[in-house]
């Protein structure tokens, strides 16, 4: 079973999670501080309905060293659309041991077309599936899976708080 966020499709627990979508931030968010690859990151945290469904949404640009970390109740199959994003991110996805399990560079959707109906739009939009159970995602700034020489099987280094 595929399991992941956002908007429901009628297909039983299928569901899509948006990399990006509308922004309505009202608190400063909770930041994770987390190694990948020998550098280390701050990553929004986004483990309830409402931070994953608001994802990076709205961004115009991710920092090097910023973006977001998606923690899941449960691990399993999931899969991430790029709706209504404006700047391309790197998705990885990650075990329940933190191990990179797959990774996706996303590039930007065309946008969304006037009178387009959300289900239409959905159905048109690239899925990233993982390629097994994750548990976490981390999304950040386009190019950096490259850059980094992110492969799977890599561990990403949760690092506690102070």
């Known amino acids: 079973m595929l399991h992941a966020h956002g908007i429901c499709i009628a297909v039983g627990a299928l569901a899509v999670l948006s990399a ?9 968010p909770r930041l994770a501080t987390v190694t990948i690859a ?10 309830t309905d409402a931070d994953i469904d608001r994802g990076l949404g709205g961004r115009a640009a991710i920092p090097a ?10 691990a399993d199959t999931r899969f991430f659309v790029m709706r209504d994003c404006p ?10 041991d933190w191990r990179v399990i797959s990774t996706h560079v ?13 289900g239409a739009y959905d159905a048109r939009l690239k899925s990233y599936i993982s390629d097994g159970p994750a548990r976490r995602a981390i999304e950040v700034a386009g190019g950096t899976i490259s850059r980094m020489s992110i492969n799977v099987g890599d ?3 949760p690092i506690p708080p102070r």
């Not at 060293?65 to 449960?74: E, I, Q, S």
């Not at 996303?106 to 959300?118: H, N, Y």
């Open 65 to 74: 060293d910023g973006g977001m970390l998606f923690v899941f109740p449960d």
């Open 20 to 28: 990006c979508g509308p922004t309505k931030q009202v608190a400063a």
């Open 38 to 47: 020998g550098t280390t990151f701050q990553l929004e945290v986004a483990d």
């Open 106 to 118: 996303m590039l930007p959707e065309p946008p969304r077309r006037v009178g387009e109906l959300d």
């Open 87 to 96: 700047t391309p991110l790197d998705l990885i996805y990650l075990d329940d």
């Open 155 to 157: 561990v990403v280094e």
